[in-house]
């Protein structure tokens, strides 16, 4: 293959992914610790029911969290949870 034909070919990979609607769901759909609800808590893989009220309830107590990693204050959230699932989750 020549390379201009691949230079093409990649371009228009990259091209097909940049503008790819689910690609971009993924990356700009975020869930905010800071305003969400239990629901929406829920739906995120490794939150429970539990879980999901215990960050409610530090978020009400304690005032909005200041980064994603502030999560490891709420009981039953460990670092292997926010490890996970940081690329899901915001705070704005």
Do not use: C, W
């Amino acid at each position: 293959m020549k390379p201009r034909n691949l230079l093409t070919g990649l371009f228009v990979l990259f091209t097909l992914l940049a503008f790819n609607p689910s690609y971009a769901d993924k990356q700009t759909h975020l869930l905010n610790i800071n305003n969400a609800s239990i629901e929406q808590l829920e739906s995120i893989k490794g939150i429970g029911t539990h879980k999901a009220q215990a960050i409610v309830e530090y978020r009400l107590q304690h005032g909005n969290f200041t980064s994603v990693e502030d999560l490891i204050k709420v009981k039953g959230i460990g670092r292997k949870f926010i490890t996970k699932n940081r690329s899901a989750l915001s705070i704005e």
